[in-house]
């Protein structure tokens, strides 16, 4: 039955709300979504009550040292674990409720690389990609594009156990690569690769999230989260500590950025009481042709300073700025190091 | 159903992968079953049992469905110890259709492993025949099944601590087999024991079995009885094993 002409003013209200309704209903749907998300072991409580989103088409990184909940975390989104309470949801689905539905839409990358030690490479990618339902006329190619990518196809043939620890742990990459799932979830993808590896690796992880995946990366290397993530969650001892893009965490440690500047004569005492004036500025340490100063935006701080220094005819050679590293990050937030155990 | 059939499949390559273990088992097979049953037969002398070579024949078979049953409920138990279950668990199918796959590799492990000798046992006797061949193939795989869901269902013994599940398994093996009529029919087993042996799943498997290939009824359980509670182990188990999978196990602990 028809209630409204479709030029009617009803309908164009009506058109209206189902819009907006659409809008607010998109919006809120996360790729991802924890409410109050608790794990105890016995009596260890390895997730405490987390509230953790991702939104569709970024990299999240988690970082924390080992034993903040990272696997935990990522092993109760893809249904391993189960919960002890609250709730968690992948692409809007329960993780609970409804395990083999939210499977099929993610998938892992383990930490350790173990198991099929009988089985080669390219059978166990095979076995894979039709566990996923990959085009059976798609999957060969597909299968040796990745492995070629990854240099894993010279040793296609090899049986597992005779992988070494780097070729199993791309392997365990590979998974996912061919399977290209609406989330990956990659824990601890580069630990026991080498160097050039770990920037294949990367690659292919970015390539992933510009064909349209969700990724999860779970690390504690520094490196790795400051080349992936559009935004980073930091996890410490099972509970959220902040969670922003990389940029927004080191402007938020105040006095974070150092700036090194060199004079060519002798800093001023009018020239320093000019500069504090300029704002933004922690700690300030003149001494002798070199000026050190703490400030929270170098990128805003630095301009006002060579103007100010302009004017006072002070002329400057050389200009150095450090920013603050993750590991500065997560030191700021939870006063412990990464390197430091929980 | 495809993907439990992919699973099942892959963990089946395996076997055929470690082909050489099976062309063992089946050379164990026919050592023990030349050399200690023709031995046994000499030994044993009785005018109501006419043909004990045959009867060792099938308890031998018993035995060796009972260690392919054990071999895949340890087998579930390792595949979490070395990390290919959380794997497992992570793949687009349920829990059930997950214990399903390890069922359908369970009764080709077991066709694998005593499938040969049995069609061997029967030709050297005299006694195959076609039909039975394939009842008593069903009869032991269904058996297979039992044991396999059995050893899955204690699994979970296995994620708290691997040694109490050892010995527990171990224990529990020696007590079934001893106390079964796999190679002891039931009415010459002493009174002081031969109640603890109906609780025994393969003095119903063996006896099954044993019915199916011919022997005399008298010195059996009944059949149906046996048809009936081998079956029901097999259901009641891998439902029990579903449960566990479903509800306790997980497939990792991680930090």
Known sequence: ?342 | MNRVLTLASFNISMIVAERMGLVLSWALFALQFGIFGSLMSHLVQSTKVQDYFFFYGVGLMVITVFDTGSFVGRRFVERAHEGELPYYLSLPISRRGFLESQAVYGVVATILRVGPPLIGVLAFTGRFTLPGAFFALLSLTTLGLGISGIMISFSFIAFKSIDIYNAIIAGLSALLVRFSTVFYPLIFIPSFYSPVAVFSPLTYGADLTRWVLGFDPHLLLNPILAAVVVTAIALGTLSLSAGIVDKIIEGVKAA
Not at chain 1, 266 to 274: R, T, Y
Request: glycine letters at 6%; proline letters at 4%; one cysteine or more.
């Open chain 1, 1 to 342: 039955m028809l209630f409204f002409r479709s030029d009617s003013p009803r309908f164009d209200f009506l058109r209206t709300f189902l819009s907006l309704t659409s809008c607010v209903l998109h919006s809120s749907l996360f790729a991802v979504e924890t409410l109050s998300l608790s794990k105890r072991y016995g009596k260890t409580d390895a997730l405490r009550e987390l509230n953790f989103t991702v939104d569709e088409g970024e990299i999240m990184v988690i970082l924390g040292p080992n034993g903040s909940g990272k696997t935990t975390l990522l092993m109760t989104l893809c249904t391993i674990l189960k919960p002890t309470s609250g709730t968690a949801k992948v692409m809007g689905i329960d993780v609970v409720k409804d395990g083999t539905k939210v499977r099929e839409v993610m998938g892992i990358a383990f930490q350790e690389a173990r198991g099929f030690w009988r089985h080669k490479p390219s059978s166990i990618l095979k076995f894979h990609a039709s566990m996923f339902d990959i085009d059976p006329v798609k999957r060969q190619d597909l299968i040796e594009q990745t492995m070629k990518e990854l240099e894993l196809w010279e040793s296609r043939d090899k049986l597992f156990m005779h992988l070494s620890g780097g070729q199993a742990k791309r392997l365990e990459t590979a998974k996912v690569l061919v399977q290209r799932p609406k989330l990956a979830i990659f824990d601890e993808p580069t630990s026991q690769v080498d160097l050039r590896g770990k920037r294949k690796i990367w690659d292919k992880i970015r390539e992933l999230r510009d064909q349209g995946s969700t990724i999860i990366v779970a690390t504690n290397e520094v490196r790795e989260a400051e080349y992936l993530a559009d935004r980073v969650t930091i996890l410490h001892k099972g509970t959220l500590v902040v969670r922003d893009s990389i940029p927004k965490l080191k402007d938020a440690i105040a006095g974070g950025d150092v700036v090194e500047v060199g004079f060519e004569d002798p800093v001023a005492d009018k020239l320093v009481e000019d500069l504090k004036n300029l704002g933004g500025i922690l700690t300030m340490s003149p001494e002798g042709n070199q000026l050190r100063a703490n400030v929270s935006k170098a990128e805003d701080w630095v301009p006002r300073m060579t103007s100010a220094s302009y004017n006072m005819g002070a002329k400057i050679s050389t200009i150095k700025i450090t920013e603050p590293s993750l590991d500065d990050v997560f030191l700021h937030f939870t006063g412990k190091s990464l390197e430091e155990n929980p």
